[in-house]
């Protein structure tokens, strides 16, 4: 039986995996900050699926939380086959007026913690010569974004290191794949402060199920870059066709509020 780890399974995209590795038979190691919420899915998991889950609550924004991950899955003798770094938020607002905290937590998160998530488990997939990595980046990853500028270069971060991992495991049969989506409904928005955004009211924010689904065939591919959706790849597009100045003052806009 084939074991996933899912970080931010307690809610959005990272809940939709959840189920959807349930649902093909998968034992899961589900993570998160909020306790109840992991309790809950698995359980729902179980009835539904049949799934056997561990829940292992913990904040990977914290130092070295990642190992501590680790440390849980080794002392049960689980062994990770696929590792889905999904946990992230973001926040709009101009760097000089955020909120450092927030700011730092997120470098701590949606950075390190994938960073080092990846750095633990990758010897043992490579010295098995099988595992699969899914990171969650974003179309964010493509252009600088005034007005969240943090989160962005996070995306870019996470988007440059998965391509460049995926080709230093791949003749040993591991498979890194960064999947970036536009606009989801999911928790974000209100994490982000982006209600009221033109990124959620001008744009069509997917639904979470089928982006999960999308990235989960891509990992299953062994794909290295996927995007959600047409919008996300001409996008994609546009920013290696159009002055990257362009890019910046469009994404200043779509991240401004109305
Ligand atoms: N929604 C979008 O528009 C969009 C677009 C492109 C990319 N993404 C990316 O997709 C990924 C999933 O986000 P989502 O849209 O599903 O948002 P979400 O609904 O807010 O889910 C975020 C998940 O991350 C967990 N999380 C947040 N802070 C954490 C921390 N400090 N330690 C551990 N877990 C933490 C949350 O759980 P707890 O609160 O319980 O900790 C939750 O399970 C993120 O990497 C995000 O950047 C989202």
Same mark, same amino acid.
């Given at each position: 039986?084939?074991?996933?780890?899912?970080?931010?399974?307690?809610?959005?995209?990272?809940?939709?995996?959840?189920?959807?590795?349930?649902?093909?038979?998968?034992?899961?190691?589900?993570?998160?900050?909020?306790?109840?919420?992991?309790?809950?899915?698995?359980?729902?998991?179980?009835?539904?699926?049949?799934?056997?889950?561990?829940?292992?609550?913990?904040?990977?924004?914290?130092?070295?939380?990642?190992?501590?991950?680790?440390?849980?899955?080794?002392?049960?003798?689980?062994?990770?086959?696929?590792?889905?770094?999904?946990?992230?938020?973001?926040?709009?607002?101009?760097?000089?007026?955020?909120?450092?905290?927030?700011?730092?937590?997120?470098?701590?998160?949606?950075?390190?913690?994938?960073?080092?998530?990846?750095?633990?488990?990758?010897?043992?997939?490579?010295?098995?010569?099988?595992?699969?990595?899914?990171?969650?980046? $974003?179309?964010?990853?493509?252009?600088?974004?005034?007005?969240?500028?943090?989160?962005?270069?996070?995306?870019?971060?996470?988007?440059?290191?998965?391509?460049?991992?995926?080709?230093?495991?791949?003749?040993?049969?591991?498979?890194?794949?960064?999947?970036?989506?536009?606009?989801?409904?999911?928790?974000?928005?209100?994490?982000?402060?982006?209600?009221? $955004?033109?990124?959620?009211?001008?744009?069509?924010?997917?639904?979470?199920?089928?982006?999960?689904?999308?990235?989960?065939?891509?990992?299953?591919?062994? +794909?290295?870059?996927?995007?959600?959706?047409? $919008?996300?790849?001409?996008?994609?597009?546009?920013?290696?066709?159009?002055? +990257?100045?362009?890019?910046?003052?469009?994404?200043?806009?779509?991240?401004?509020?109305?």
């Amino acid at each position: 039986m084939a074991t996933v780890l899912i970080t931010g399974a307690s809610g959005g995209i990272g809940l939709e995996l959840a189920k959807i590795f349930a649902n093909d038979g998968y034992d899961l190691v589900l993570t998160a900050r909020s306790e109840n919420k992991l309790l809950e899915l698995q359980k729902e998991l179980s009835v539904q699926y049949d799934a056997c889950s561990y829940v292992f609550p913990c904040d990977l924004a914290e130092k070295d939380a990642a190992l501590a991950v680790y440390e849980f899955t080794r002392s049960k003798g689980i062994v990770i086959d696929v590792l889905v770094n999904n946990a992230g938020f973001g926040d709009c607002a101009y760097l000089a007026e955020s909120d450092w905290q927030k700011q730092y937590d997120m470098v701590r998160l949606n950075i390190i913690a994938l960073m080092q998530l990846t750095r633990v488990y990758l010897p043992e997939m490579k010295e098995r010569r099988s595992g699969k990595i899914l990171n969650i980046a $974003s179309v964010a990853s493509f252009a600088a974004g005034p007005g969240m500028s943090v989160y962005y270069a996070s995306k870019a971060f996470v988007r440059s290191f998965s391509e460049a991992v995926a080709e230093e495991v791949r003749e040993y049969g591991v498979t890194v794949t960064a999947l970036c989506p536009g606009p989801v409904k999911t928790g974000f928005e209100k994490a982000a402060n982006l209600e009221g $955004s033109k990124m959620f009211t001008l744009l069509h924010a997917a639904d979470a199920h089928k982006v999960a689904l999308c990235g989960y065939r891509a990992l299953m591919k062994g +794909r290295t870059l996927k995007y959600y959706g047409l $919008s996300a790849k001409a996008m994609s597009l546009a920013v290696r066709v159009f002055p +990257r100045a362009l890019a910046r003052k469009v994404a200043k806009k779509v991240n401004e509020k109305k």
